[in-house]
Nanobody, 118 residues
């Protein structure tokens, strides 16, 4: 199994920054990709950004100019640097990992709340 533990969420004023971290642990052979999703109240969960173990990134267009995803393969940790935050960025942010345990599967963290005040 794979455990994902997120940290770094909190309350910030509009225009501020936060850095989220997600560390993967457990018994797995490798991780191919890690990603951040978010879910705002009464909305569907949406992709924020993803990154492969090789460093290839993918962003949702509306966030790519303000958010930066990075990965530390040695620590099995993915980061999301969020700048110029807006009230509409308020959501629970979830970490996702595609890991090889006995086969490739997706795993999810518990989520971390990000609240941006106006």
């Amino acid at each position: 199994q794979v455990q994902l533990v997120e940290s770094g969420g909190g309350l910030v004023q509009a225009g501020g920054s936060l850095r989220l971290s997600c560390a993967a642990s457990g018994r797995f052979f490798s991780i191919a990709l890690m990603a951040w999703y978010r879910q705002a109240p009464r909305k569907q969960r949406e992709l924020v950004a993803s990154i492969t173990s090789g460093g290839r990134t993918n962003y949702t267009d509306s966030m790519k100019d303000r958010f930066t995803i990075s990965i530390d393969n040695g620590k099995n940790t993915v980061y999301l640097q969020m700048n110029s935050l807006k009230p509409e960025d308020t959501a629970v942010y979830y970490c996702n990992a595609r890991a090889n345990v006995r086969s490739w599967s997706d795993y999810w963290g518990q989520g971390t709340q990000v609240t941006v005040s106006s």
